[in-house]
């Protein structure tokens, strides 16, 4: 998987800095709005908020828009909209699996956006259950390279729950259980760690192995859903290798 890790890794790296920056904005602010609503206020007693603030605040997020994301969830302030998680799940060209995650307030909006993202894009709907069996929910926290080296990250995460350390290049990626992604994050803190993100994430059991070609109409596919207002994450069980990024970024 480590082909695709780097691909989604890179994807998120260059989110920041490119003209999707507002779209990325607007996904990180939910993000924390409703962990609010659902944990509570206080960062210190609600980890989800803690770290949907850390990854928000990690992408340039400013401050004030935090803040009020944080007062609109805790019914402070008006404005705050009755979220909820849906999952799409579908194929991409070749039988590629895509699970589509959305945040959103309007069901049939949600919906209707990603079956035409995907339709225009040589996919299609899928029915629930058909896709997503391929995929475990696992933590994945992303730690920086500089200063740390595989072993020390080791020996930091593994009486936490971490089941591997990959080298994904700029990044090292932390996988454990969802439930253990907060005690994995907290003994890197323990020890002087910094890291970019944390959260639960899916992560594909199988994967299917792409060529130049297929590689680009996944991604073509993945930018689409990304574009979606409601959609807040897209995961597939594409595999794109070193060799096949390289020709991409050429």
Known sequence: MSGHSKWATTKHQKAAKDAKRGKLFARLIKNVEVACRMGGADPAGNPTLYDAIQKARKNSVPIDNI???VKRGSGQE??????QTIMYEGYGPSGVAVLVECLTDNRNRAAGEVRVALTRNGGSMADPGSVSYLFSRKGVVVVPKAGSTEDSILD???DAGAEEVNDLGEVFEVISEATDVVA?????????IDYDSAEATFV???SVPADLELAKK?????DAL???DDVQAVY???DISDEVLAELDA
């Open 67 to 69: 803040e009020r994301a």
């Open 78 to 83: 008006a404005g705050g909209a009755d979220y």
């Open 156 to 158: 930091a995460v593994l």
């Open 184 to 192: 994995v994050r907290t003994a890197l803190q323990a020890t002087g």
């Open 204 to 206: 594909p059991s199988m």
């Open 218 to 222: 996944v991604i073509k596919l993945v």
């Open 226 to 228: 990304e574009d979606c």
């Open 236 to 238: 597939s069980n594409i």
